[in-house]
């Protein structure tokens, strides 16, 4: 992603599509998944050009808010009762 847009381009782009009630965390959260991409070390194979185009469609949905969300903290409290 780096060779393709700056580093600061990247965060903007990042920042310009998480929700406007996210958190501090969910922000973190993301730019470090944006690091490790950028470093390659994440586990998952790279997406197809399907993959990402839905991911975009569903991104779009959730800015018009039309898309089903549940917030970080909701989904950690979960996690953590079954645990």
Do not use: F, H
């Not at 944006?34 to 194979?45: I, V």
């Not at 779009?60 to 645990?83: A, F, N, S, Y």
Request: with cysteine.
């Amino acid at each position: 992603m780096e060779s393709v847009m700056g580093v600061k381009d990247a965060v903007k782009a990042l920042l310009e599509r998480l929700p406007d009630d996210c958190n501090l965390d969910d922000v973190i959260d993301r730019l470090y998944e944006l690091q490790q991409m950028e470093a390659g070390e994440s586990d998952a194979p790279p997406l197809t050009q399907a993959q990402r185009e839905e991911l975009d469609r569903r991104l779009d949905l959730l800015m018009q808010g039309q898309g089903r969300t549940i917030p970080w903290k909701d989904v950690r409290r979960e996690l953590e009762r079954e645990e």
